[in-house]
T-cell receptor, first 115, second 114 residues
C-alpha cells in the first residue's frame, strides 16, 4: 500500500525567503507523486508531478521538487516566497494497487507568508 | 476549455435528508473521481467512474453512491445524511483515467448538515 506523510501542518516564512515543504512517501513499487495547492474556497490545482522521468521536477509558479529514492522523499521548494503563495499544499501518491487513478493525499501543510 | 464544474457550490441540509451533487468534467474527459475533504480526516477518495462504470470505491458506507452518464457527467448521492457528512466534496476529471495523468479538480460543493 502507498502512503505519504507531510511533516509540519503549518509553515511560516517571510516574503522572499526559501519555501521548503516536506513530503515522505511509502511505496513498495515505484511511486507516482504529486503536489497540489489549494487556495481558500477553491479546488486543488496541480503544481507538479513525478512519474519516473527526471528526478528534479519543475512546476508552475516557480516551484520544484526532487524525488530522492534513498530518502523516500519528495520535498517541495521555491527559492523566494511571494505573498500569493499563501495556501494549503498537499502531497499525494497514486494508489497502484488497482487499475484506477485514485490519489492518496497527505494531511496538508498550510503555508503562511509574512510581509 | 472550460474547467471542471460542480453544482451546487453550497448546500445546507438537515440530518436524515438526502442530497445529490453534480460534476461536469472537462470536455473530452472520461474519468471522474470524487473526494471528501474534512478538517479531521483530510482528503479521502470516494469513488471513480470511467465510461459509466465504477472502477474503484473508497472506504465509505453504502449511503454514499454515484453514477456517471454517457456524456461523462457524474452525480454523487448521499442518503440519510449525518452530521459527519458535512464536508467539501471535490470532483476531479482526467482524460483516460490513467494513474500518471493529472487530475483536474473542480471548486467543490460545500455541504453543511444540521
Amino acid at each position: 500500500a502507498q502512503s505519504v506523510t507531510q511533516l509540519g501542518s503549518h509553515v511560516s516564512v517571510s516574503e522572499g525567503a526559501l519555501v521548503l515543504l516536506r513530503c515522505n512517501y511509502s511505496s513498495s513499487v515505484p511511486p507516482y507523486l504529486f503536489w497540489y495547492v489549494q487556495y481558500p474556497n477553491q479546488g486543488l490545482q496541480l503544481l507538479l508531478k513525478y512519474t519516473s522521468a527526471a528526478t528534479l521536477v519543475k512546476g508552475i509558479n516557480g516551484f520544484e521538487a526532487e524525488f530522492k529514492k534513498s530518502e523516500t522523499s519528495f520535498h517541495l521548494t521555491k527559492p523566494s516566497a511571494h505573498m500569493s503563495d499563501a495556501a494549503e499544499y498537499f502531497c499525494a501518491v497514486s494508489d497502484r494497487s488497482g487499475a484506477t487513478n485514485k490519489l492518496i493525499f497527505g494531511t496538508g501543510t498550510l503555508l503562511a507568508v509574512q510581509p | 476549455k472550460a474547467g471542471v464544474t460542480q453544482t451546487p457550490r453550497y448546500l445546507i441540509k438537515t440530518r436524515g435528508q438526502q442530497v445529490t451533487l453534480s460534476c461536469s468534467p472537462i470536455s473530452g474527459h472520461r474519468s471522474v473521481s470524487w473526494y471528501q475533504q474534512t478538517p479531521g480526516q483530510g482528503l479521502q477518495f470516494l469513488f471513480e467512474y470511467f465510461s459509466e462504470t465504477q472502477r474503484n470505491k473508497g472506504n465509505f458506507p453504502g449511503r454514499f453512491s454515484g453514477r456517471q452518464f454517457s456524456n461523462s457527467r457524474s452525480e454523487m448521492n448521499v442518503s440519510t445524511l449525518e452530521l459527519g457528512d458535512s464536508a467539501l466534496y471535490l470532483c476531479a476529471s482526467t482524460l483516460a483515467g490513467g494513474i500518471q495523468e493529472t487530475q483536474y479538480f473542480g471548486p467543490g460543493t460545500r455541504l453543511l448538515v444540521l
